[in-house]
């Protein structure tokens, strides 16, 4: 079998992994390079921030990825040579209100969470801000870092005999023949294949546009902050009132994020830059004198709930959809993939796909 797979994310990647490790013919086709978009901005959180309030399809998803995600690192810097630097160093949560919904949630959910006292809190985070009496504590929790993630997925697929890529190339259209989708046409030239897998982000509901399918995805904007500290300054994701900051391996800290639906426009914004750094010294006195080193933006593909949409498109033979991973597409990435694979070859899911289906979420829900 031969797919296309229309962008070249953490979505697209691990999807042309995972198809030629079955066995299957990919042509990934990516407008720009590899790994540069979403993918490559985030913060690579693998969890949902306050993963208790998402809705059970969310959480199906990201449950089943993170038993997952230890395998998928080491097996990825094994292919490529590039650690991409997951780390287990947990989730610490300041000022939450609905703490008992959390604590509820985690005990149903087979997650751990705790709550923690002070002398805890700061023999965790001895450089948090005074006066912090309680948090919300999950150890389980991990990070990735993102440039490094997609570095290793891209080597690991340049390695993949049965996996062709195209950069720098725009799919323009699709090209369908009596109610089945055949192949693409990047700029001008036909590439054809038996099956067409949609993964391109926050861009992927203007393919579809342009054949009548109303998918509600849009790009949210994201912007982020990198401190160049020193290692030890902050050892956690560190997460209040829904900003955060996290620590990379080498000392650099990440402060993020803003939640911005300006359209495709991936400009950063000097109040933003303000507003993420006194966040993050409010939290962290000792980040006022460090270097801000870095800031950037990118747009997510924003879904209603943050559920994506993960199947065949209604009554368009051969055309699928895995889009729409919103504020979790690193950590739903790993299952989200797997449905589609077992989509795509006839197999069994290990999560349920009905609630990711395409056929009753096209036309009445909107992107809130
Ligand atoms: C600031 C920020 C913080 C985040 N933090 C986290 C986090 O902590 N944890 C987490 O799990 N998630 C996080 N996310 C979300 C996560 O990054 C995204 O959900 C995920 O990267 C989406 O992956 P994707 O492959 O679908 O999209 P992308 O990475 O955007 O990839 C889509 C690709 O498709 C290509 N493309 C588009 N149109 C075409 C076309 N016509 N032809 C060819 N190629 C095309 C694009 O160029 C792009 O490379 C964050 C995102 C942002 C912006």
Redesign the pocket.
Same mark, same amino acid.
């Given at each position: 079998m031969k797919t296309i797979i229309?962008?070249?994310?953490?979505?697209?990647m691990m999807q042309a992994r995972e198809l030629a490790q079955a066995g299957v013919e990919v042509t990934l086709?990516?407008?720009?390079l590899?790994?540069?978009?979403?993918? %490559? *901005?985030?913060?690579?959180?693998?969890s949902?921030l306050y993963p208790w309030r998402y809705s059970e399809p969310v959480t199906a998803l990201a449950s089943w990825s993170q038993g997952y995600y230890g395998n998928l690192a080491e097996s990825l810097e094994a292919e490529s040579g590039v650690d991409p630097e997951l780390t287990r160093h947990g989730l610490m949560m300041l000022s939450v209100d609905d703490q008992a919904k959390a604590l509820e949630w985690a005990a149903t959910h087979k997650s751990w969470a705790e709550q923690i006292e002070k002398n805890e809190i700061y023999k965790l985070e001895p450089n948090l801000r005074e006066g912090v009496c309680s948090a919300l504590w999950m150890p389980q929790v991990g990070?990735i870092r993102?440039p490094r993630l997609v570095r290793a997925l891209y080597k690991s697929i340049q390695r993949e005999p049965l996996v062709t890529i195209l950069e720098g190339?725009?799919?323009?259209e699709l090209i369908s023949r009596s109610g089945k989708v055949v192949g693409v046409k990047v700029e001008g030239r036909e590439v054809r294949a038996d099956k067409v897998v949609i *993964? *391109?982000? *926050? %861009?992927?509901g203007?393919?579809l546009g342009s054949i009548g399918v109303k998918l509600p995805v849009e790009p949210v904007?994201?912007?982020?902050i990198l401190f160049k500290a020193k290692p030890g300054v902050v050892n956690r994701v560190v997460l209040c009132d829904g900003k955060y900051v996290?620590p990379r391996r080498d000392g650099r800290i990440l402060a993020?994020?803003t939640l911005e639906y300006v359209g495709y426009d991936k400009q950063t914004t000097e109040p933003a830059k303000q507003l993420l750094a006194d966040i993050a010294i409010d939290m962290f006195p000792a980040l006022a004198n460090t270097p801000i080193e870095h800031h950037w933006?990118?747009?997510?593909?924003g879904a209603p709930d943050g559920v994506p949409f993960i199947g065949e498109v209604p009554d368009i033979e051969n055309l699928f959809v895995?889009?729409g991973?919103?504020?979790?597409?690193?950590?739903?990435?790993p299952a989200s993939v797997r449905v589609m694979t077992s989509l795509l070859l006839g197999q069994d899911s290990p999560v349920d796909p009905e609630p990711y289906g395409l056929t009753k979420r096209l036309v009445s829900s909107e992107v809130a």
């Open positions: 229309i962008g070249g994310g953490a979505i697209g086709i990516e407008k720009g590899c790994g540069q978009e979403s993918s %490559w *901005a985030g913060g690579g959180i693998v949902p990070s993102n190339s725009t799919v323009t *993964a *391109a982000g *926050a %861009w992927s203007d393919l904007r994201g912007q982020m996290i993020g994020s933006a990118g747009l997510r593909p895995s889009a991973h919103f504020r979790n597409g690193l950590v739903l990435a």
